[in-house]
């Protein structure tokens, strides 16, 4: 049982600093977004310019390799932890009371998590995967323009509330994961809660409402 206990706690252990290194890589990725929101000609210049940094940068590259490993543990220890709190449950209840304890997110974080998943694969596929492998032209500067790509997929009103949606997700999915990593870490004190909780509010609902923000306003004023 002890053994039991500590791969788990390990595991959780794992999930925490992985989601925590991706709740960082978000503002990054974020700050660098704001650029679309840049009047045209200057946000179509300097998001390529930006874009072509990255891609070039032995650093960036570095810590794109590190930022594609947590995503994969953070599945793979989410799904572990997930199998294994499911084979321990030897006591079946009549009916569930779960609902009376806990938000519908932490009861449903399997589901928010295969939603992002998905997003991510699309995500990945329709710029990542372009951006690296496809034939995109070239801007006035002989950088490639990732720009108008971006404001021909967001120009598509499927995508943008399918992108919207799955803000919602990643939002919920922040709200937990924060709380509960604060619990594993041990920073979830009673003399720290209530701010614990202020910041996990504030960063989950403003990162997610700002990317949520971007393809609209992309799609209704570029």
């Known amino acids: 049982m002890g053994q039991w206990r500590q791969k788990t706690l390990t595991r959780k252990n794992w999930m925490a600093f992985t989601g925590l290194f ?27 310019a930006y874009s072509h940094l990255l891609s070039g ?57 295969t939603i992002i998943f998905i997003f991510l694969v699309i995500h990945f596929r329709d710029f990542w995967y372009v951006y690296k492998f496809g034939s995109l032209p070239l801007d006035e500067r002989g950088n490639k323009d990732l720009y108008r790509l971006v404001v021909a997929v967001y120009s598509e009103t499927w995508y943008v509330l ?21 619990r594993t870490l041990g920073v979830y004190h009673p003399r720290y809660v209530r701010w614990v909780r202020v910041i996990g509010w504030i ?20």
């Open 162 to 182: 399918v992108y919207v949606l799955c803000m919602v997700a990643l939002c919920y999915h922040l709200l937990h994961g924060f709380f509960s990593a604060a």
């Open 57 to 113: 940068n032995i650093l960036i590259k570095i810590i794109s390799w590190v930022l594609y490993a947590s995503i994969i543990a953070h599945v793979v220890y989410a799904i572990a932890i997930t199998l294994t709190n499911k084979r321990s449950r030897d006591v079946k209840y009549h009916y569930d009371r779960r609902g009376e304890v806990s938000k519908w997110y932490t009861r449903n974080m399997g589901v928010l998590g």
């Open 22 to 48: 991706l709740c960082f890589f978000l503002v990054i990725h974020l700050l660098g977004n704001l650029q679309l929101m840049l009047p045209d000609e200057r946000a179509h210049l300097q998001f390529n």
């Open 203 to 222: 960063y989950s609902v403003g990162i997610c409402a700002a990317f949520a923000w971007i393809p609209i306003y992309v799609h209704f004023l570029k």
